[in-house]
């Protein structure tokens, strides 16, 4: 027993450093926060609690119900591009091809560099006047007049997804890619000595090996174009109008724009429990992703 005990303090002396660290950096905030979305704090030294009148005035709120629907929408899109072209990315990457060495080098540059750098450069690109993207619509003929991408809402919310995906692919290629190089080799030559093709080796060793990577890179990629706020803060400050006004640009609008405090950090409540949800009902489709486990 006093064995144990030791081992058990030793432990616990062990964690302290990143208990304390938890607490400091994560609970006590959070805290905080829960306290502040009952107020009705705002740049004056004094506030009152005002109970639930900021999450009904949330959830009564026809605009907060647009802007939730629309990251909701903004969200898929940018997901699934990311899992699609991440994942057949890394099958190329992962093939017996010339020139692989510099194939993965190059699908390095939209991660690391710095992000405000990369959403600049699509900004330019969108530009209507010097713009590449309208400038080659115009010399092929697809359109007559320049095309200002980021002054239509439409055009602009595809926009601000696709820079997006742009910053986010390469982190699933490599999640992907590292998945794949880490399958036996010997389970492919197994099967293809039994004349299976490329793609039933693919539907049935490569994806069901892979589920687990899959699962990971769609959690982290799900909580992070829920929080997405450089792209829209450098593009287009969620205009024109509210067409690109996402949850967490909503959030710092009323926040720290409009000063609201209380209603913001009940913006940040919500969404804290809409990831905390998501991952929760990802996490238990796991039997569904991970094909192996069938």
Do not use: C
């Not at 309208?134 to 003929?141: R, T």
């Not at 429990?273 to 094909?291: D, H, K, P, Y």
Request: charged fraction near 10%; glycine fraction near 8%; proline fraction near 5%.
């Amino acid at each position: 027993m006093t064995s144990n005990r030791s081992a058990a303090l030793f432990a616990l002396v062990l964690l302290a450093p990143a208990l304390i660290y938890i607490l400091v950096i994560v609970a006590y905030p959070l805290f905080d926060t829960v306290v502040l979305s009952f107020t009705n704090a705002a740049l004056r030294p004094t506030y009152d609690f005002v109970g639930w009148a900021n999450y009904e005035r949330i959830f009564g709120a026809g605009n907060f119900t647009e802007v939730i629907l629309r990251t909701f929408i903004w969200t898929f899109f940018s997901v699934a591009t990311k899992m699609i072209i991440g994942t057949l990315g890394a099958t190329l990457l992962n093939a017996a091809i010339p020139g692989q060495a510099v194939f993965r080098i190059l699908t390095m540059p939209p991660w690391i560099v710095p992000m405000a750098i990369g959403i600049f450069m699509w900004g330019w690109m969108y530009n209507g006047q010097f713009g590449m993207i309208s400038g080659m619509l115009q010399n092929f003929g697809v359109i007559s007049k320049p095309w200002p991408i980021l002054a239509y809402g439409d055009s602009a919310f595809w926009a601000t997804i696709v820079t997006d995906v742009w910053i986010g692919v390469p982190m699933v290629t490599i999640y992907m890619l590292a998945a794949m190089q880490s399958i036996p080799k010997d389970l492919y030559e197994a099967a293809w000595t039994d004349g299976a093709g490329r793609f039933y080796r693919f539907r049935r060793i490569t994806l069901p090996l892979i589920s687990p990577t899959i699962l990971l890179a769609m959690i982290v990629t799900v909580g992070g174009s829920l929080q997405v706020f450089a792209q829209i803060m450098v593009l287009t400050q969620g205009g024109p109008g509210m067409s690109t006004t996402v949850l967490v640009y909503y959030l710092y609008q009323q926040a720290f724009q409009f000063h609201r405090f209380g209603y913001g950090a009940t913006i940040s409540i919500v969404l804290f429990a809409i990831i905390v949800a998501l991952t929760f009902a990802q996490w238990q489709m796991r039997r569904r992703i991970v094909f192996y486990e069938r």
